[in-house]
């Protein structure tokens, strides 16, 4: 039987290597902490971008209410390294070059599996899953709802 990430789930545990080629683990990396934990297709895209971007302009009220911001697609951790730089994204983008985080978390594939899920997880300081936000094309509604949530938990 398939794990399947809902509302109210723990994270699983994984580890994927950061823009700088650390080796990121979770849920340590969270501990203690609550985290946006967001899956893109695909860096330097004009969606993709747009999307880190909104994260980016809005990462002050994340890291202000103690929020980590992670971003997670099958990018390298050199094409993360650029992509981070050339937007000035002041938060931890993850190479998930085999799927294998997208797989864990069950992320869904749109355009008849062609183009990789478009979801953003919210969660809490424990590690649990407080919000699941799937939407490949309303790109500024991962940002909105993950700030909404956020305020409804402070």
Same mark, same amino acid.
């Given at each position: 039987?398939?794990?399947?990430?809902?509302?109210?789930?723990?994270?699983?545990?994984? %580890?994927?290597?950061?823009?700088?080629?650390?080796?990121?683990?979770?849920?340590? /990396?969270i501990k203690g902490k609550s985290a946006i934990i967001y899956f893109y297709p695909k860096d330097? @895209?004009? +969606?993709?971008?747009?999307?880190?971007?909104?994260?980016?302009?809005?990462?002050?009220?994340?890291?202000?209410?103690?929020?980590?911001?992670? +971003?997670? $697609?099958?990018? $390298?951790? $050199? %094409?993360?390294?650029?992509?981070?730089?050339?937007?000035?994204?002041?938060?931890?983008?993850?190479?998930?070059?085999?799927?294998?985080?997208?797989?864990? /978390?069950?992320?869904? @594939? @749109?355009?008849? +599996?062609?183009?990789?899920?478009?979801?953003?997880?919210?969660?809490? %300081?424990?590690?649990?899953?407080?919000?699941?936000?799937? $939407?490949? /094309? +309303?790109?500024?509604?991962h940002i909105e709802t993950a700030l909404k949530i956020l305020k409804k938990s402070n």
């Open positions: 039987m398939e794990n399947k990430i809902i509302k109210g789930s723990k994270i699983p545990s994984f %580890s994927l290597n950061d823009q700088d080629g650390n080796e990121i683990s979770f849920p340590d /990396f330097d @895209t004009p +969606g993709c971008t747009k999307e880190a971007c909104s994260f980016r302009d809005a990462y002050t009220s994340f890291s202000d209410a103690g929020v980590k911001v992670i +971003g997670i $697609s099958a990018d $390298s951790v $050199s %094409s993360h390294k650029k992509f981070a730089e050339k937007h000035n994204l002041p938060f931890t983008l993850l190479a998930d070059t085999k799927n294998k985080v997208r797989k864990l /978390f069950n992320v869904p @594939t @749109t355009l008849l +599996g062609l183009i990789p899920g478009r979801v953003t997880y919210v969660i809490n %300081s424990e590690g649990i899953v407080e919000e699941i936000f799937n $939407s490949q /094309f +309303g790109i500024q509604k």
